[in-house]
């Protein structure tokens, strides 16, 4: 998506992930790594672009937000992020604060929320994909996947920009940017009051006034995009999911729905304290797969019954037989080789010591994999 924005054009996929993989030398074991990032934006980036990319590894997550903040606004270029820890890479395409900033290093403003572009999940594509992965893994080339989100910063901090985990990037908050020097001062910062205690999981009724008050608190319905997709669909019924990294965590998804249960976006919202959490747009309005009615449940079901498994690690194959196994009454998620949207979750069954993770599109999985770095 970047190299698309400043003139490069729609580039191969595959092409981009080979330069992203062979360039990231610093440390073993990326699909993607930093400085591999950084070298394919440098040297791919058109003649009539005479900026650079600079790749900044910073001591905290207020100082790269910042400077995400100022590289969009003054030189009106999408940074690349690394979010879930060292797992993934995002495009940052936009920005909510109380003040634009006056330079690299003023802290003065507050920062509320995040557009971004997930490269995940991917969209089909004429390119090949990149080995070992899904679709574009840094968002250097086209838009691809669920094409505009928007994050609160709460969330963006809980959840996304936690910083990368061990080795030579490990604590610091990465990120693809101008050359600025950033600011190295940390500036104001608020987060959103909660509606629950966290005592215990609001009900539906809760979690669609929560996903309301936050569409109108982060002023959705005031940009023009949101207003069109929102103001002509209604929220359907939230569908819970629990998080598998973190211990008694949940959120709702709550669809909006354009009829003939077609959904053109899709809200979350803290399923214990109401906190809005984030939005996607769909790409065009489709059939949501969330809400598993009796006769997908069904289907479910027969497709799991009717399979076996080949486990990992020459373990055998796991039979689901009907007398004993359970299905996960929640979906669940983590970020995961497998999933790495919120929007995507997973059902989950339990056969004996085993688990069989059945993401919501109906691709099956033995185990998911949280050890993927720079996917």
Same mark, same amino acid.
């Given at each position: 998506?970047?190299?698309?924005?400043?003139?490069?054009?729609?580039?191969?996929?595959?092409?981009?992930?080979?330069?992203?993989?062979?360039?990231?030398?610093?440390?073993?074991?990326?699909?993607?790594?930093?400085?591999?990032?950084?070298?394919?934006?440098?040297?791919?980036?058109?003649?009539?672009?005479?900026?650079?990319?600079?790749?900044?590894?910073?001591?905290?997550?207020?100082?790269?937000?910042?400077?995400?903040?100022?590289?969009?606004?003054?030189?009106?270029?999408?940074?690349?992020?690394?979010?879930?820890?060292?797992?993934?890479?995002?495009?940052?395409?936009?920005?909510?604060?109380?003040?634009? $900033?006056? =330079?690299? *290093? #003023? /802290?003065?403003? &507050?920062?509320?929320?995040?557009? @971004?572009? +997930?490269?995940?999940?991917?969209?089909?594509?004429?390119?090949?994909?990149? $080995?070992? =992965?899904? *679709? #574009? /893994?840094?968002? &250097?080339?086209?838009?691809?996947? @669920?094409? +505009?989100?928007?994050?609160?910063?709460?969330?963006?901090?809980?959840?996304?920009?936690?910083?990368?985990?061990?080795?030579?990037?490990?604590?610091?908050?990465?990120?693809?940017?101008?050359?600025?020097?950033?600011?190295?001062?940390?500036?104001?910062?608020?987060?959103?009051?909660?509606?629950?205690?966290?005592?215990?999981?609001?009900?539906?009724?809760?979690?669609?006034?929560?996903?309301?008050?936050?569409?109108?608190?982060?002023?959705?319905?005031?940009?023009?995009?949101?207003?069109?997709?929102?103001?002509?669909?209604?929220?359907?019924?939230?569908?819970?999911?629990?998080?598998?990294?973190?211990?008694?965590?949940?959120?709702?998804?709550?669809?909006?729905?354009?009829?003939?249960?077609?959904?053109?976006?899709?809200?979350?919202?803290?399923?214990?304290?109401?906190?809005?959490?984030?939005?996607?747009?769909?790409?065009?309005?489709?059939?949501?797969?969330?809400?598993?009615?009796?006769?997908?449940?069904?289907?479910?079901?027969?497709?799991?019954?009717?399979?076996?498994?080949?486990?990992?690690?020459?373990?055998?194959?796991?039979?689901?037989?009907?007398?004993?196994?359970?299905?996960?009454?929640?979906?669940?998620?983590?970020?995961?080789?497998?999933?790495?949207?919120?929007?995507?979750?997973?059902?989950?069954?339990?056969?004996?010591?085993?688990?069989?993770?059945?993401?919501?599109?109906?691709?099956?999985?033995?185990?998911?994999?949280?050890?993927?770095?720079?996917?």
């Amino acid at each position: 998506m970047v190299l698309a924005q400043i003139g490069a054009g729609v580039l191969d996929q595959a092409d981009l992930y080979n330069d992203n993989h062979s360039h990231s030398t610093t440390e073993s074991g990326w699909y993607s790594g930093p400085d591999g990032v950084q070298w394919t934006l440098i040297n791919r980036k058109p003649a009539s672009f005479t900026n650079t990319f600079t790749l900044f590894a910073l001591s905290s997550e207020d100082s790269i937000s910042r400077k995400i903040v100022w590289t969009i606004y003054h030189y009106e270029v999408a940074p690349i992020a690394l979010v879930y820890g060292s797992a993934h890479w995002i495009v940052v395409r936009g920005y909510d604060v109380s003040a634009d $900033p006056s =330079s690299s *290093g #003023d /802290t003065s403003y &507050t920062i509320n929320g995040f557009d @971004i572009n +997930n490269p995940w999940p991917p969209t089909p594509s004429s390119a090949a994909e990149p $080995p070992h =992965s899904d *679709g #574009d /893994t840094c968002g &250097t080339g086209g838009t691809r996947g @669920i094409a +505009n989100e928007h994050i609160s910063y709460s969330t963006w901090q809980d959840d996304y920009m936690t910083g990368a985990t061990g080795g030579y990037w490990g604590g610091k908050f990465v990120a693809v940017c101008d050359p600025e020097v950033p600011s190295q001062m940390i500036g104001k910062s608020s987060r959103p009051k909660r509606f629950f205690k966290g005592e215990r999981i609001i009900d539906k009724k809760e979690a669609l006034k929560c996903a309301v008050e936050g569409i109108k608190f982060h002023k959705l319905l005031k940009k023009e995009a949101w207003n069109k997709r929102l103001s002509q669909s209604k929220p359907g019924e939230p569908v819970l999911v629990q998080r598998l990294d973190r211990l008694d965590s949940f959120y709702y998804i709550i669809p909006y729905e354009t009829g003939e249960n077609n959904s053109s976006a899709l809200v979350s919202v803290d399923a214990r304290f109401g906190d809005y959490k984030q939005a996607a747009m769909l790409p065009e309005p489709a059939p949501h797969m969330l809400n598993v009615k009796q006769k997908q449940k069904s289907r479910l079901l027969a497709d799991v019954l009717k399979s076996k498994f080949t486990l990992k690690d020459n373990l055998g194959e796991l039979i689901v037989r009907p007398e004993a196994f359970c299905l996960y009454p929640t979906l669940v998620w983590k970020p995961c080789k497998e999933s790495l949207s919120p929007f995507y979750p997973f059902h989950m069954f339990t056969i004996g010591a085993h688990k069989i993770y059945v993401r919501i599109d109906g691709k099956i999985f033995t185990s998911l994999t949280d050890t993927g770095k720079g996917i």
